[in-house]
């Protein structure tokens, strides 16, 4: 018997080039439909057109940052539980993430198995709350 998974939609939110294109790599190869876009304006269009069943987003962006993307999702978008993990470099990222709703934080640099644990962890998590 064939085993039979439906590919998940993952929104990455980051302003590097070089770790959307790796995420995107990495997020393909378990099977995902990666969404990478560099700014807040391009992932909330992207929301409008179709809800991510996850956000890996980065905290630090040059003009509107991470967690001003994830208050204006909360705002508009009320009722989805989308799990969320928060990718940065920043050393207060697990206060930021806990304080925004986030299900887990993952540091930058970041190994892939890590990343890779952390979504097959949340990819079908829906309003639950861990770190990682």
Not at 38 to 50: E, F, I, M, N, W
Not at 53 to 62: A, E
Not at 79 to 90: D, K, M, N, R
Request: net charge neutral; proline share 5%; charged share 25%.
């Amino acid at each position: 018997m064939q085993e039979v998974t439906s590919k998940k939609t993952i929104l990455v939110l980051d302003d590097d080039p070089s770790v959307r294109h790796m995420l995107q790599v990495l997020l393909e190869q378990q099977g995902h439909v990666a969404v990478p876009v560099g700014d807040v304006r391009s992932a909330l269009a992207q929301c409008k057109v179709k809800l991510p069943d996850l956000m890996i987003v980065d905290l630090m962006l040059p003009i509107e940052d991470g967690e001003m993307f994830l208050r204006e999702f909360r705002r508009r978008w009320r009722h989805a539980q989308v799990p969320v993990i928060v990718l940065s470099a920043s050393t207060a990222r697990s206060d930021i993430a806990r304080r925004l709703g986030a299900e887990a934080t993952l540091a930058k640099p970041f190994f892939a198995e890590d990343l890779r644990e952390l979504v097959a962890l949340h990819i079908g998590a829906r309003g639950s709350v861990a770190t990682g």
